[in-house]
């Protein structure tokens, strides 16, 4: 399928499916996928139950990363990059995880991130 919505070429042939998702009812066509095409840009494409395209819709990264931590939490890192950990280090008291993160603050306030 392919559509071009403002501009932009979004292709489920040369695109990567990134997770899908189809009814369980073996008698319905009823399907839903997200994608990633070549150039990086996430849209979903949701089908009726009678196979027929329904919706075509280009996502914001935010948007198809919400969708992956609800539906595929598995692929949110290989899509979006490794995420920071909350888990206070090994033997480490509450103060002590304090203290890392307030490192890793004034460590981003003077790079300016």
């Known amino acids: 399928m392919k559509r071009i919505i403002d501009g932009t070429t979004y292709d489920t042939d040369t695109a990567t499916e990134v997770y899908s998702d189809a009814s369980s009812n073996p008698f319905s066509l009823g399907y839903w996928g997200l994608f990633q095409t070549r150039h990086g840009a996430f849209f979903k494409v949701v089908c009726d139950h ?64």
Do not use: M
Not at 82 to 87: L, Y
Not at 90 to 101: H, L
């Open 50 to 113: 009678d196979g027929e395209t329904h919706t075509f819709t280009p996502l914001s990264d935010s948007e198809a990363q919400k969708l992956l931590e609800r539906h595929a939490n598995h692929l949110v890192e290989k899509y979006f990059g490794p995420f920071r950990s909350t888990a206070r280090p090994r033997g480490g008291s509450p103060s002590e995880y304090r203290s890392v993160w307030q490192g890793e603050l004034r460590q981003r306030r003077r790079l300016k991130i």
